[in-house]
């Protein structure tokens, strides 16, 4: 990897490439310092404070603590993230979108810039929320329209900016733009995540104890990324054969290649998508100011609580976590099933003459993409399952309480790859055009180049 970007700074266009993405990496976190006028942010610092749950970790995480700071980029991209979603999903309950997406690159334009709005309209609503919900809690210094008009308006333009900013980093730089951006959010809580756990387990502790849990910690998150880079890289390749077509003196087709189904197919979307549904009621009756007590209600609550997960003196609250697992899976067997189709890939197949060797065209093609598909959907949801427990292991058992955990480590591990690669196939189109400028300048000179 560090010979990948190396290589990158000596080609002029990538170097450039990679300093505009720098230089954008710099607005966003000095944007994330700049306080929301009107804004109270010792209010939101002492709400957060007094309350607990997995769901305040995702904030604090994806936005790189500009929620908890109330920055002009408090909302950060999380409703670009969740704007995609919607219009993923409804790219198959409404054919309309789903013409658009198959309509080549227009099509695609269209539907981004329908994400584009939705992403704005859901900003808007959120920040409305937030003025109106905590500004009459004491969020705002003033309670009154002219201050929740500029709370609106200010971490609206703000979520719009990372947008615009995320899409430029996409066109200019290098990588996808938006995952870049968050990215660099979570990335700068970790700094001040393995503080804490210093100041946890290291500082004031003997020599040798403090050594051994430094070490211990240090294994734990390396295992922890090597696990992921295996889950994120690992993939069954289906062998495809393409069957010989003879037309005049030309012969078509007859080559070998493959069909490339990653174990992680749903990504970190389902342990998004799991999270969010535990933690939601939480956020909702801490907003309530409800959920305390010793009723079945607060009990319910508590179980789905993630800091309640394996905790040895209150085990029963671990029921949540099953649950939580049963979710991960659920959520895997469902994006993937309605972002991959065997039936439209086989039929993809059976058009340009291509067969699986030993399988029928056709219906038993299907079943069989359908059959290795839910093989490799279990195997990748257990792989979420394990990164997601262990910190909610450590968690229970040590109390070693961070913002970020197995979704922060798949999404940063997933695109550092993602880019990577990024970086490597435009370091080859470089190349490979420089060695065609170089055949070509040599024949003009009367060589073939040899």
Not at 77 to 102: R, V
Not at 187 to 203: A, E, G, H, T
Not at 407 to 417: A, N, Y
Request: one cysteine or more; charged letters at 15%; aromatic letters at 12%.
């Amino acid at each position: 990897m560090l010979q990948t970007v190396r290589k990158a700074f000596r080609i002029d266009d990538i170097r450039k490439r990679l300093f505009y993405t720098f230089m954008m990496l710099v607005v966003i976190r000095l944007g994330s310092e700049l306080p929301t006028p009107g804004v109270d942010p010792t209010y939101i610092q002492n709400f957060f404070a007094n309350q607990t749950g997995n769901i305040f970790n995702f904030f604090d995480a994806f936005t790189g603590g500009s929620f908890t700071a109330m920055s002009v980029f408090a909302l950060s991209i999380t409703p670009y993230i969740t704007s995609s979603i919607i219009i993923q999903l409804l790219t198959i309950a409404i054919p309309k979108l789903e013409e658009m997406q198959k309509d080549g690159e227009d099509g695609r334009k269209k539907i981004a810039a329908i994400t584009r709005y939705v992403t704005v309209a859901l900003a808007l609503i959120e920040s409305m929320a937030m003025a109106v919900g905590f500004g009459r809690q004491g969020l705002l210094v003033e309670y009154n329209f002219v201050n929740i008009a500029i709370v609106v308006c200010t971490l609206t333009a703000g979520s719009a900016f990372l947008m615009w900013i995320g899409e430029r980093i996409t066109e200019k730089g290098v990588g996808n733009g938006i995952s870049i951006v968050l990215l660099i959010n979570i990335i700068s809580r970790v700094p001040n995540d393995f503080v804490v756990l210093y100041n946890q387990f290291v500082k004031g502790k003997t020599l040798a104890k403090g050594i051994l849990s430094a070490v211990i910690i240090l294994a734990v998150v390396l295992v922890v990324v090597v696990f992921v880079i295996i889950l994120q890289g690992g993939e069954r390749r289906i062998a495809v054969q393409y069957s010989k077509k003879i037309q005049g003196r030309k012969t078509y087709g007859g080559q070998s290649t493959h069909i490339p189904l990653k174990i992680n197919t749903a990504g970190v979307i389902p342990v998004i998508f799991a999270s969010s549904l535990m933690q939601f009621p939480i956020l909702i009756a801490s907003f309530l100011g409800k959920g305390k007590g010793t009723g079945i209600g607060s009990q319910i609550l508590n179980a789905m609580n993630s800091n309640n997960w394996c905790n040895p003196d209150n085990l029963v609250y671990s029921i949540g976590l099953l649950v939580y697992i049963a979710l991960t899976i659920f959520f895997a067997y469902f994006y993937t099933s309605i972002t991959f189709n065997p039936l439209e890939i086989a039929n993809n197949m059976k058009k340009s003459g291509g067969f699986i060797p030993g399988i029928r065209p056709g219906k038993p093609t299907v079943e069989y993409l359908q059959k290795i598909l839910n093989y490799i959907i279990f195997i990748g949801a257990c792989g979420l399952v394990i990164v997601q427990v262990i910190p909610f292991f450590f968690n229970g058992v040590f109390k070693a309480n961070v913002s970020f955990g197995g979704t922060s480590l798949i999404i940063i591990v997933g695109v550092v790859l993602e880019t990577i690669k990024q970086i490597e196939s435009q370091m080859l189109v470089r190349n490979y055009t420089g060695f065609l400028n170089s055949k070509s300048s040599s024949k003009k000179n009367g060589f073939l180049g040899y």
